[in-house]
């Protein structure tokens, strides 16, 4: 493994938690953008990139992305050397930043990092990271709460933002836009009136509101017919064909890029 003297970026609050981002790892497991590229990669290395104080998420990722290629790689990069720790089943762990300590993984995962960066170092990190994936290779930035009830990421490949994803425990959250809170540093301070993400989140409890026939049969099938509504109203939302576990609203980035 290359290393690097002086990793790009700043220590963070490090704060996880067992199972804390559960719902991003069930989406990428089922994502066919992300399945077929670690089916397909001849090196299938991940990177997760800022795991904490504690590498509980690192070995979670890595168990539940072998459901889709059981010889993929791991490795955990921590900024602090405090937090780099012994490797084991498979996975090892490096100190590192935005640079990715050298490597050339074909996904890579940075959740709660940014959020805690002022939004203009968003475009750097990730230019940063994307100038270091594989050919084809994805970043998944996002950011969750302390329980992993309520979540927000971004998928971006070499071009760019592709997606914004939402999701959120069907019995925890009110509604949609309860998820607000947590979005990624690059949309959190775009939450007002006139913004992209603002207008669909408005959409989104309007929707909500709109299906509470349906609620006597549970928030996921009354999440499903919000969906449907997004959908009649010209929105172009993601109605999964499976049945989900989360709540999960998915749009193209174009959605709701920054005006």
């Known amino acids: 493994m290359n290393r690097v003297a002086r990793p790009d970026g700043v220590i963070t609050r490090g704060t996880t938690g067992i199972n804390r981002l559960r719902r991003s790892d069930r989406w990428l497991t089922h994502r066919p953008q992300v399945v077929d590229l670690l089916r397909c990669a001849p090196n299938p290395l991940v990177v997760d990139l800022g795991y904490g104080a504690r590498p509980d998420t690192t070995f979670e990722l890595a168990s539940r992305l072998r459901t889709v290629r059981p010889d993929l790689r791991v490795v955990g990069l921590e900024i602090d050397p405090d937090r780099v720790v012994e490797g084991r089943d498979g996975v090892s762990f490096a100190r590192g930043g935005f640079e990715l300590a050298g490597l050339q993984p074909v996904l890579v995962r940075a959740f709660n990092v940014l959020r805690q ?49 939402l999701a959120w425990d069907p019995f925890d959250v009110e509604r949609p ?36 026939p349906h609620a006597p049969f549970g928030p996921r099938v009354r999440w499903r017919a919000a969906l449907d509504l997004l959908r009649d109203e010209g929105i172009p939302v993601e109605v999964p064909r499976r049945r ?16």
């Open 117 to 165: 960066y002022p939004e203009d170092a968003v475009a750097g990190a990730w230019s940063k990271i994307r100038s270091s994936l594989a050919p084809g290779g994805l970043l998944v930035d996002g950011t969750c709460d302390e329980l992993g009830r309520r979540c927000a990421w971004v998928l971006v490949d070499a071009q760019g933002p592709l997606s914004l994803t």
């Open 177 to 212: 836009g309860d998820v607000a809170e947590r979005l990624p540093k690059a949309l959190i301070h775009r939450n007002v009136p006139g913004e992209g993400v603002h207008g669909l989140l408005r959409s989104a409890d309007r929707a909500w509101a709109t299906a509470a």
């Open 244 to 259: 989900l576990r989360d709540n999960v609203l998915t749009v193209p980035w174009s959605v709701v890029a920054p005006s």
